[in-house]
């Protein structure tokens, strides 16, 4: 067994089974201890292929190794002296007899229970034999104060600062229990100048190490002056330690109470909560441990109740004669608050990253400007009305949202000729699925290709409501080395005039209570095709007039907001919409043809030099 200290302020772990909140409360009390060096140095997750996971280190997040295998995380970290094995009773004994046999590890704690007691046998003959020791199986690990803690030790670090662990003081204590082990923390915080380590083995029948193993450690820790056990009925355990005190080899003040005492009470024999807490007999029950230790020479009281007062008039008689100097407090920094802690307590506010003022999915049904679903449904609602409500945030009138429903319906499709359709149709054909092939032709949108409806509502715009002639206004353009956005078609001419061009005027004539950005962009035509027949009005054009006709005459609009939503890009959005029809059946009929591509479209190529 390793005599003297197994923790200091360097120690360092390798963490078995990644388990979120032990290792960082196990980094929280390296904080307030002023640790300069996490006590987690890796993490083994078998299987893993490596990566690493994000914890706190005080104030700022690190990021701890992750690996595959124990062999490779103690080849990496030769330092790291300390294995927490968090796997379940089923692997427990494999991943610790691993741990046992790797040269840089001297210490194991196995967590689980149930670990069966011929697997433990077997791993404690492995430490004792490499000279290493096993804290557990069903225990909850161990803590130096003020150096090192084991995953979930001494509970949260509210109770771990009330009990003054962040500050090493003057006691050992080991336990088998560790709820127990929490609740002497306190005590001893109380009664004397607080812990100096706290074990607790494990309540299994065969703990990999035992009471007496810590307690003679204790001896050989000078910090030591006070040696506490908390036992309990079942097993022979503590006879070893009234062997070690009655040899001498523990020699320093011993202050001890075994647990189950109420035993006696029951007629038939009772198996306590621990797997080892079953008395098989006189000398395993509390009152024969009991009577044994008191005979030793330990101070044992009369009833756990009398516990507290037997430490504290122990440590006070020890330091008036002078044997003990209390360690002096030190406060513990304060640990800063996690955020989700924080807001749920309501100590702090914090803004949002993203803002949505179009809808609303936190109640019952989503609701889109705070229309509902079942209303869009029950009052048959179209595509148009959506669109409005999402973007614009209101209702509009119907006549608006029938002409948004022609523009999608007269832009999702131009044949497949046209840049985006052609690049859509060149990535199904390579074997891409819907969406990248979509994504393809969608990047095509800009001035040359549907991308001309924001530039011609600008354009309309300023020089409409600047009461410019149609004559300054292109010859302007043309100054400037400017194309007149709305205006050209390489098919359509004079004489071959755009369908839904006619189709959109004659709506916006019909039903628009005004058309003045029509007929200003109608004047521009009839100034262009004087130059040239193909310079007709197209349906980017009509589409961009029409539209300004509908923000300055249905009233859903102010000034502002019309001048707003022509400058964000409001009107290349509805083409987008309308186009992404027409693509997505594209991409979907060249997979249905099944046509791979064998070679370059273009494959009449001129070269130049």
């Known amino acids: 067994m390793v005599l003297g200290q197994l923790f200091s302020p360097q120690t360092q772990a390798i963490f078995f089974n990644w388990k979120e909140k032990p290792v960082q409360r196990m980094l929280d009390f390296d904080f307030v ?71 840089t590890l ?19 003959a492995e430490a004792r034999a490499a000279n290493k020791v096993i804290i557990g199986p069903a225990t909850v690990g161990g803590v130096q104060a003020g150096a090192f803690k084991i995953g979930d030790t001494a509970g949260t670090l509210d109770n771990i600062v009330a009990c003054r662990l962040h500050r090493p003081g003057s006691v050992g204590f080991v336990s088998k229990s560790g709820g127990m082990s929490n609740e002497m923390y306190n005590v001893l915080a109380r009664a004397t100048d607080g812990l100096y380590e706290g074990i607790a083995i494990g309540g299994d029948t065969f703990p990999g190490s035992s009471l007496s193993d810590h307690c003679l450690r204790y001896e050989h820790i000078p910090s030591v002056k006070l040696i506490v056990v908390l036992g309990e009925l079942g097993g022979r355990d503590e006879y070893g ?72 008039s122990t440590y006070q008689r020890l330091v008036s004669s002078g044997q003990l100097v209390p360690a002096p407090d030190t406060p513990a920094p304060a640990l800063p608050q996690d955020l989700a802690a924080a807001v749920a307590a309501g100590k702090v506010r914090v803004p949002t990253h993203v803002v949505s003022s179009i809808c609303d999915d936190r109640g019952e049904e989503p609701t889109y400007a705070g229309v509902s679903m079942s209303e869009l449904m029950e009052r048959e609602y179209g595509v148009g009305d959506v669109i409005a409500l999402l973007w614009f945030k209101r209702h509009l009138p119907k006549y608006a949202t029938k002409f948004i429903e022609m523009c999608v319906m007269l832009c999702a499709d131009h044949g497949p000729c046209v840049s985006g359709a052609h690049n859509t149709i060149v990535t199904s054909r390579a074997g891409k699925d819907v969406v990248s092939s979509l994504v393809a032709g969608l990047l095509t949108i800009g001035p040359r290709f549907g991308g001309a409806i924001d530039d011609a509502a600008r354009l309309f715009k300023a020089a409409c409501d600047a009461d410019d002639s149609p004559a300054d206004f292109v010859e302007g353009l043309k100054r400037r080395g400017v194309r007149v956005s709305g205006i050209g078609h390489r098919i359509k001419s004079k004489d071959n005039r755009d369908k839904r061009v006619a189709l959109l005027q004659e ?21 262009t095709l004087q130059k040239a027949p193909n310079l007709v009005l197209n349906v980017d054009g009509a589409i961009a007039a029409i539209f300004l006709d509908l923000l300055a005459a249905s009233g859903a609009f102010s000034p502002a907001e019309a001048e707003q939503i022509v400058n964000i890009g409001y009107l290349n959005a509805l083409f987008v919409v309308a186009r992404s029809i027409g693509l997505v059946g594209h991409a979907l009929d060249q997979r249905r043809l099944q046509q791979p591509l064998y070679r370059h479209p273009w494959e009449d190529v001129l070269y130049t030099s």
Request: aromatic share 10%.
């Open 33 to 103: 201890c002023g640790r300069t060096t996490p006590s987690v140095a890796a993490i083994v997750q078998p299987g893993s292929s490596g990566g690493f996971q994000k914890v706190f280190f005080g104030r700022e997040e690190i990021a701890i190794p992750v690996y595959g295998s124990t062999a490779e995380a103690t080849r990496k970290h030769p330092r790291a002296d300390v294995f927490i094995n968090y796997a379940s009773f089923r692997s427990a004994y494999d991943s610790s007899l691993e741990a046992l046999r790797c040269a």
């Open 106 to 124: 001297r210490v194991i704690a196995i967590i689980a229970e149930g670990v069966p007691e011929r697997d433990t046998k077997r791993l404690i």
């Open 241 to 312: 330690l009234v062997e070690a005190m009655r040899a001498g080899a523990v020699s320093k003040p011993v202050v001890a109470w075994v647990s189950g005492t109420c035993a006696k009470l029951f007629k038939s024999e009772v198996q306590f909560g621990h797997a080892g807490a079953r008395s098989g007999g006189d000398m395993e029950s509390a009152q024969a441990k009991n009577a044994a230790l008191r005979d030793a020479g330990a101070v044992v009281p009369d009833s756990f109740e009398g516990l507290e007062e037997a430490i504290r």
């Open 507 to 527: 709506y916006a004539r019909k039903f628009f209570p005004s058309t003045r950005y029509l007929d200003y962009a109608v004047a521009v035509e009839a100034y």
